[in-house]
């Protein structure tokens, strides 16, 4: 069975930094790529970032880039996401998926196409 389970939001000050994991199993990293999706209330599901265990592509999107790091621990089936220099805007429920990956070059930051969702995890950031 399939899992993927988030932790580490929380509430933090403008400017502060937040660390989430995205502990997976039922799969193997090496055919797949994770992503980090958001979603804040009243919006569309956002990507945030994508790491693929396949050829090791990162993607991130524009809003989060150079703020926000993706990392994987293969040894602890993690997929961590550091996040630095965070603003009120970045509040939102942070989801990990993952996507089975067949060719190289497959890290998507469109939720639509991924397989598999974990339950997310709040992230609130105070002005």
């Known amino acids: 069975e399939v899992q993927l389970v988030e932790s580490g939001g929380g509430l933090v000050q403008a400017g502060g930094s937040l660390r989430l994991s995205c502990e997976f199993s039922g799969f193997t990293f090496n055919d797949h790529s994770i992503g980090w999706f958001r979603q804040a209330p009243g919006k569309e599901r956002e990507g945030v970032s994508c790491i693929s265990g396949f050829d090791g592509l990162i993607k991130y999107g524009d809003s989060v880039k150079d703020r926000f790091i993706i990392s994987s621990d293969n040894t602890k089936n993690t997929v961590s996401l550091q996040m630095d220099s965070l603003k009120p805007e970045d509040t939102a429920v942070y989801y990990c998926?993952?996507?089975?990956?067949?060719?190289?070059?497959?890290?998507?930051?469109?939720?639509?196409?991924?397989?598999?969702w974990g339950k997310g995890t709040q992230v609130t950031v105070s002005s």
């Open positions: 998926a993952a996507l089975h990956v067949v060719v190289g070059g497959t890290c998507p930051l469109r939720d639509l196409f991924m397989d598999y």
